[in-house]
C-alpha cells in the first residue's frame, strides 16, 4: 500500500509540473494563463509565445504521461497487491489529474491531452497512434484544436471498446480507464464545447506578432 501511495503522489507531482505556466515566466516574462485563451496549454503557448516554446511544452506534456505510466508505476517499497497494469493506470489517472489541477499553480493547469496521450502511449502505441492520426485529420479539416482533441478522445474509447468487446484482447480496466480519461479530457473542455455550439471557438492561427 505505501508503494502504491507513493507512486500516486509521484505521479500528481510530475503531472502538476507545468512547463508552459514556467517557461512562459521564465523565458517570456508571463503567465500564459493570462494571454489568449487563458489555457496553460501547447495551443495557446504556440499562439502567444510561438512554435519554439510550443514544441518545448507539447513535448514535455507528453512525456510527463509516458514516465508515470512506464517508470513511476515501477516504484516499490515492498509488495503491491494489485497487478501492474492496475498500477500503470493509477498512474496515468495521477499525472493527468495533477496536469489539469496543478497544486503548484492554484489548481489551474491544462486540458491533459497530450499527458493523457502520453500515458495511453505507454499503455496501447498503436491505437494512440491511430487515434493521433484522426485528431490530425479533425484539426487539418476544421482548424479547431479543441474539436480534433475531443473527438481523439472519443475515437479512443470507441477503440477500445471494440477491441475490448469485439476482439477481446484489451481487459476491462483498460477499457474503463480509456473512458475515464476521456470524460476527464472532455470536462476539461467544456468551456470549448459552448464555443463550438455558438461558434464563437477560435480557429488555430499563430498570432501575429
Not at 95 to 104: D, N, R
Not at 162 to 177: E, I, K, P, S, W
Request: proline share 1%; aromatic share 10%.
Amino acid at each position: 500500500m505505501v508503494s502504491l501511495i507513493l507512486i500516486v503522489i509521484l505521479s500528481y507531482i510530475l503531472g502538476s509540473l507545468s512547463p508552459s505556466i514556467v517557461i512562459g515566466k521564465i523565458f517570456y516574462g508571463q503567465d500564459i494563463r493570462k494571454l489568449g485563451s487563458g489555457n496553460a496549454g501547447t495551443t495557446n503557448v504556440i499562439r502567444e509565445l510561438g512554435w519554439k516554446a510550443g514544441v518545448i511544452v507539447g513535448v514535455a506534456d507528453l512525456v510527463k504521461g509516458y514516465v508515470a505510466a512506464v517508470f513511476i508505476s515501477k516504484v516499490s517499497i515492498g509488495e503491491i497487491p494489485i497487478s501492474h497494469s492496475s498500477v500503470q493506470i493509477i498512474a496515468g489517472v495521477s499525472v493527468v489529474i495533477g496536469h489539469i489541477w496543478t497544486i503548484f499553480h492554484g489548481f489551474r493547469g491544462g486540458k491533459g491531452v497530450l499527458t493523457a496521450t502520453g500515458v495511453f502511449f505507454g499503455l496501447a502505441p498503436v491505437t494512440t497512434t491511430l487515434c493521433l492520426v484522426v485528431w490530425g485529420i479533425v484539426v487539418y479539416i476544421t482548424r479547431y484544436i479543441s474539436l480534433g482533441s475531443i473527438v481523439g478522445v472519443i475515437t479512443l474509447g470507441i477503440i477500445m471498446a471494440v477491441r475490448r468487446y469485439v476482439f477481446g484482447n484489451v481487459d476491462t480496466l483498460l477499457f474503463a480507464f480509456s473512458v475515464l480519461i476521456a470524460l476527464l479530457v472532455i470536462f476539461a473542455h467544456r468551456s470549448n464545447i459552448k464555443k463550438l455550439l455558438s461558434g464563437t471557438e477560435s480557429k488555430f492561427e499563430r498570432k501575429k506578432r
